[in-house]
């Protein structure tokens, strides 16, 4: 795991909502975490958060949070319509502010959200936590060793299998600004390789509700991300009938391939209550490390299994500690989230339109 910086005084945080999110993923980051601590948590009804985390003081909105002068930053967890209104709040009230992926519904708020931002010299990131995924570090690092020769196709696919629509879940509503399944977990995937290879000079998509489900948005989508300037293309895939799962991860190079099964770790520790200050968290299953077969080097091939990086969701939080002490540059910042919400915007044009469609 990524080392804290030491010796400073804490990152008082107030976390708003206390759903999933909030309490899967960015409660026990924050608590685990000697960087911070958690202050403060908004919720409209009880005190869920304070069963967990007793010393937390419980408030009922948006308003009240901000009106806590210790509070250094705000964590935005509740729906998507409201990321850019409660991040725009926060920097302008003072606070540093972290929002959940999606970052906005439209790539011209997130551009707003960005300038915002700017001018209050107030740090602003995006929860894209899965650029800490042990099979993507194991990528990175197969990509920076050339042991893959130069890539020319990554397929990236993030699929599960549920036959009908939640109740009351907002994601699945057509209507409810973000929903569907290109926004939920497009965010995820087109990150990545963002990260890795810059935004694409073409955006190609279909974007489906195969289910049929009347009043639900969409639940699945092909998008091709193509930079035939680096030949080089990512197809991005995700879908709700996907009872077999095909590989996470498939990675063709000039020298070989690499392959990896099933999803990181972390998201099934956390909601196990396993903690990044527990043995075991974020290391994959060797049943489940991905395989190389390919000539890492002239003359040696290798084939087999490759032991999958450590997971590390903590090092996003410490770096956001970091770059607001001014210690480090922020690894994932607002015009990175804003180049990921245009590749889903132009996604849905493209789909629409049945055309490829220029970054």
Avoid at 42 to 61: I, L
Avoid at 129 to 144: A, H, P, V, Y
Wanted: glycine letters at 6%.
């Amino acid at each position: 795991m990524s080392a804290p910086s030491q010796d400073k005084p804490s990152i008082k945080v107030g976390v708003v909502g206390f759903g999933m999110s909030a309490r899967v993923f960015h409660c026990p980051l924050i608590a685990s975490n000697p960087n911070y601590e958690l202050a403060a948590v908004v919720e409209r009804r009880g005190e869920k958060s304070k069963s967990k985390y007793p010393q937390v003081q419980v408030v009922r909105s948006i308003d009240d949070l901000l009106a806590m002068a210790d509070i250094d930053l705000v964590v935005v967890t509740t729906p998507n319509d409201t990321h850019v209104p409660y991040a725009k709040k926060s920097l302008l009230a003072g606070k540093h502010c972290i929002v959940e992926k999606p970052f906005a519904v439209t790539e011209s708020e997130a551009r707003d959200l960005a300038r915002t931002s700017a001018e209050t010299g107030k740090v602003l990131s995006v929860f894209q936590n899965r650029r800490w995924d042990g099979d993507f570090l194991t990528i990175k690092q197969l990509i920076g060793n050339n042991a893959l020769g130069n890539v020319v196709e990554i397929e990236s696919r993030f699929d599960r299998f549920r036959t009908f629509k939640k109740d009351n879940a907002w994601r699945e509503v057509d209507d409810f600004p973000g929903s569907g399944v290109l926004y939920d977990l497009g965010a995820h995937l087109f990150d990545q390789i963002v990260d890795m290879f810059g935004t694409p000079e073409y955006v190609t998509s279909t974007v489906r509700n195969e289910r049929q489900i009347a009043g639900a948005p969409d639940d699945s989508f092909l998008v091709v991300l193509d930079y035939p300037s680096q030949n080089f293309k990512a197809v991005c895939r995700a879908g709700m009938l996907v009872r077999d799962k095909p590989a996470r991860f498939t990675v063709l190079g000039t020298r070989g391939t690499f392959t990896k099964y099933s999803l990181d770790v972390q998201e099934d520790q956390l909601k196990d209550g396993i903690t990044p200050n527990d043995a075991g968290y974020g290391k994959d299953k060797p049943s489940q490390f991905g395989t190389i077969d390919s000539e890492i080097y002239p003359g040696v091939h290798a084939r087999g299994a490759i032991t999958t990086a450590d997971g590390d969701y903590p090092a996003y939080y410490t770096n956001v500690a970091n770059a607001i002490r001014g210690d480090a540059n922020l690894a994932v910042t607002a015009d990175q989230a804003a180049d990921v919400i245009r590749i889903i915007e132009l996604a849905k044009q493209s789909s629409a339109e049945r055309r490829s469609l220029r970054f």
